[in-house]
């Protein structure tokens, strides 16, 4: 194995790699730290979604809240955590709904899908401030409407269209 890129987000590998049926081939892996994605429902039942820019598509996107875990951190902390960085609410009921990998042919990234509830305002004193890199406006829609938006083609982050579908 050898690691041919090594960024911020992810690394690529370059492995000799033996499958089940006796074959070897070269492969090119993807590593990703595993991520969160959040459905939050505010008490009023509307989903929370974000508009945010995506320079690798260059367009600003809706997406639900979504990020990384960190090294060491338990993916129910990330939820809470990135909740607060990315829309500044405090989930207080949080319901494990699915683990997927979206990419499994290439990247070994594996996404934590979660309903977040029960959002308040976070403690004043809260370190979860929104990363220096996002410039997030937060919109709350109604379910339906969120739906409706993935049929019109405004919502094309898969992960955002996949989510909605577990309500």
């Not at 609410?89 to 934590?112: I, K, N, Q, T, V």
Request: charge should be negative.
């Amino acid at each position: 194995m050898s690691i041919v890129y090594k960024g911020r987000v992810f690394s690529v590998e370059v492995e000799q790699a033996s499958f089940p049926n006796g074959t070897e081939h070269q492969v090119e892996i993807v590593r990703h730290r595993p991520c969160v994605v959040l459905i939050p429902i505010q008490a009023d039942s509307r989903v929370v979604m974000i508009k945010q820019y995506r320079h690798s598509v260059k367009r600003v996107l809706w997406e639900l809240p979504a990020g990384n875990i960190d090294r060491g951190e338990a993916p129910d902390a990330a939820a809470a955590r990135e909740c607060e960085e990315e829309i500044g609410m405090a989930p207080h009921r949080l319901d494990r709904l699915a683990s997927l990998f979206p990419s499994p042919g290439y990247c070994d990234e594996e996404m934590h899908f979660y309903r977040a509830t029960d959002l308040r305002p976070p403690a004043p004193d809260s370190p979860h401030k929104p990363d220096e890199d996002e410039d997030i406006e937060v919109h709350p829609v109604t379910i339906a409407e969120a739906r409706a938006m993935v049929s019109r083609g405004e919502i094309v982050d898969l992960k955002t269209a996949f989510a909605l579908t577990l309500l």
